[in-house]
């Protein structure tokens, strides 16, 4: 184009620009080969790789899948061997125990009332099979005390045989517990309460201390005989009313009159059978240390008490009381019958002490223990 346009522009002037226009020419030709040479050099390249925007686009996504495989490959490797570490570090899991068995005790009585000095036994079983210790505890006010070992079957089953203790007092608190295993958890049973039955039923009309010593502040009291319980029997009360008649007299109480004070000291005969009730668990009320004016009014007591059970002169028993004197009611004395025609008494200048029942006139006898049947009470639940 430039040299084109540099030919016309010399031909219009005429023949005086003859040197100018070589000079021109020059410039045109350098021109040209300059130009020729650029266009020869890009038309080299466009031929040998021409160079389009989807072409240029292949490229670039071969390019970034061939960095995306390297980079996975080599995070792949990475992952692998990391994974190897991990996998080489990490403990090995042990196998989970299977869970144990939540004992269970099947079969067993919680309510008892039953007469005391019978046996108590009952059943019970494990819902484990397996053989196992279990003990048997008592409430002592506190808390529950181990009282003894029982030893299951291969069944899980055991018997209970309750220890005397329970008819030792009117209501009493147990349970079982037995102890984990390998395989089984511990177990605590419900509460199992028993309620106790006197084996010998002193009529309900006499004033009872049931089971418990009286206590009369500033007055001497004789204490319940620790021999006696729930399965005391008749013959045992007689016993324990004659032994404490027994142990005024062995330590040599004296008789003074309006007295009944404890062994060793002095006592009246009325106040020598008060203090015999008390030490068997009876109250001889309205006749007690505090209102004991004379003998003479503790034997009216006795004798118009609705209490005590009137017999026959020709059927005493022992422990039955004898009184003496006449008119009726008149009474001034009384003494323990011991059987055999003898009888334990206090007697002025003689103290406590033993002597034939032959007193003259004695016209009255009175029953302190009545005889009555045995009261059979055997319920559980």
Not at 323 to 344: A, M, W
């Amino acid at each position: 184009m430039i040299l084109l346009f540099c030919i016309l522009f010399f031909k219009k002037r005429g023949k005086n620009m003859k040197y100018k226009k070589q000079l021109f020419l020059g410039i045109a030709a350098i021109t040209l080969i300059a130009n020729f040479g650029t266009t020869s050099v890009v038309s080299a390249q466009t031929s040998a790789s021409p160079v389009t925007d989807e072409s240029q686009n292949n490229q670039d996504s071969q390019l970034t899948n061939n960095t995306n495989e390297t980079n996975n490959a080599d995070e792949s490797s990475q992952s692998g061997n990391t994974s190897g570490i991990e996998n080489s570090n990490k403990p090995t899991e042990e196998p989970k125990a299977p869970e144990k068995i939540k004992t269970k005790f099947n079969k067993l009585h919680t309510r008892f009332k039953w007469t005391a000095g019978d046996k108590i036994t009952d059943q019970v079983a494990l819902n484990s099979h397996e053989k196992r210790s279990v003990s048997l505890q008592k409430w002592n006010g506190k808390k529950y005390v181990n009282v003894q070992k029982f030893s299951t079957n291969k069944e899980g089953t055991f018997k209970i045989t309750y220890p005397s203790s329970w008819y030792h007092h009117k209501h009493s608190t147990w349970r079982l517990y037995a102890p984990k295993t390998k395989d089984a958890t511990a177990a605590k049973s419900n509460k199992i309460t028993i309620n106790t039955v006197r084996r010998y039923q002193i009529p309900k009309r006499y004033r009872q201390l049931h089971m418990k010593s009286l206590h009369l502040k500033g007055f001497y009291t004789s204490p319940l005989d620790k021999s006696l319980n729930y399965a005391s029997t008749r013959n045992d009360y007689v016993n324990a009313f004659i032994k404490r008649g027994y142990q005024y007299k062995n330590a040599g109480t004296a008789w003074v009159d309006f007295t009944t004070k404890k062994p060793g000291t002095s006592v009246d005969c009325s106040g020598l059978v008060m203090q015999c009730m008390y030490a068997t668990g009876i109250d001889p009320s309205p006749a007690n240390p505090r209102w004991h004016a004379t003998h003479e009014w503790g034997c009216r007591s006795f004798v118009q008490s609705p209490t005590l059970q009137t017999v026959s002169l020709n059927k005493l028993k022992r422990g039955d009381l004898i009184f003496y004197g006449q008119p009726k009611p008149t009474c001034y004395h009384v003494g323990i019958y011991l059987g055999n025609n003898k009888v334990l008494h206090s007697w002025p200048n003689a103290g406590v002490t033993v002597w034939n029942a032959n007193f003259r006139p004695y016209y009255y006898a009175k029953r302190v223990f009545p005889v009555t049947k045995t009261q059979k009470v055997h319920q559980m639940s």
